[in-house]
């Protein structure tokens, strides 16, 4: 286990350290969290670790879905951190300043054109619905910058794809939903990349069919059917997280092995004075037997 957080660690660190994405702290390791319950229905999978805060009396569903990762308990202290988080998240992205308002409420079939968008801060003042759209997001001008889409109500999504281009990362990007996010397969089963994060009070989401490549974070419910959640984002950041634990025990066994070097090295000098004391009670020995 620990050689593998080694490798996302080396991994992770060339490509994350300059990422200035907001901080999600205890809810980044998390690829699904919801606040009410989280139901998952087959043929799902979910990569990463499933969390339910406050949650209700029955917090996650499972029907036949896979989970390749943590699901939650009775209660899940980790959740319940994260849950805060997510929701501080939230609110510091609503006020985050736009620096490119959208005003169409509707795309169909990439009509109206919209894109390929480079890094940003994009804000849908009302509710938006994209229908069998593909969305290009472009890191040709800095492949290492954030996208923050704030949608001011529900984000819905039927056959709506989200394509990363030179070098963009779907982990930088952000979908800060103010209602319901709910996303569905049309006439493909679309790759949507990014984290969503509806924190509004009726933020729940829906997603039916298609991929998910990043974090699926809601307020209220998660609901889940044949849906596929990606969570390489929460993973690495379990993988960075676990960095510096990793090098504080190489650096403490370092420090132990000087130690017992530096003591080595003591008992060794303590021998040859035990030698040297030796030679000269036998030097001072046989002189005295030269005198008799």
Do not use: E
């Not at 308002?101 to 009509?111: C, D, E, L, R, S």
């Not at 984290?195 to 974090?215: D, Q, W």
């Amino acid at each position: 286990m620990k050689r593998i957080v080694l490798v996302i660690c080396i991994l992770s660190m060339s490509s994350l350290a300059w990422a200035q994405a907001p901080p999600l702290g205890p809810a980044a390791s998390f690829a699904v969290l919801g606040g009410t319950n989280v139901t998952c229905t087959a043929p799902g999978v979910v990569t990463g670790d499933v969390g339910v805060s406050p949650g209700s009396a029955v917090p996650f569903t499972n029907t036949g879905c896979t989970i390749a990762g943590g699901i939650p308990p009775a209660t899940n202290a980790a959740a319940v951190l994260g849950h805060a988080a997510f929701l501080n998240t939230y609110d510091a992205l609503v006020l985050t300043p736009c620096t490119q308002t959208i005003a169409t409420a509707a795309f169909t079939g990439n009509v109206p054109a919209l894109g390929p968008l480079a890094p940003g801060v994009y804000c849908f003042p009302a509710a938006v619905t994209f229908t069998d759209t593909t969305l290009t997001l472009d890191g040709s001008t800095n492949p290492n910058g954030i996208w923050i889409f704030k949608v001011g109500a529900a984000l819905t999504g039927s056959g709506f794809q989200v394509v990363m281009a030179n070098g963009a990362q779907a982990c930088n990007v952000f979908w800060v939903v103010g209602a319901a996010a709910t996303l569905s397969t049309s006439t493909l089963p679309p790759v949507f990349q990014g984290n969503i994060l509806a924190g509004g009070p009726a933020g729940s989401v829906t997603i039916t069919g298609g991929n998910l490549i990043g974090r699926v974070l809601a307020n209220v419910a998660v609901t889940l059917t044949g849906t596929n959640i990606h969570g390489t984002c929460a993973l690495v950041a379990q993988g960075v997280a676990s960095c510096p634990a990793d090098d504080d025990d190489k650096h403490h066994h370092d420090r132990d092995k000087d130690k017992d070097r530096d003591h080595d090295k003591d008992k060794d000098k303590d021998k040859d004075k035990d030698k040297d004391k030796d030679k000269d009670k036998d030097r001072d020995h046989d002189k005295d037997k030269d005198h008799n």
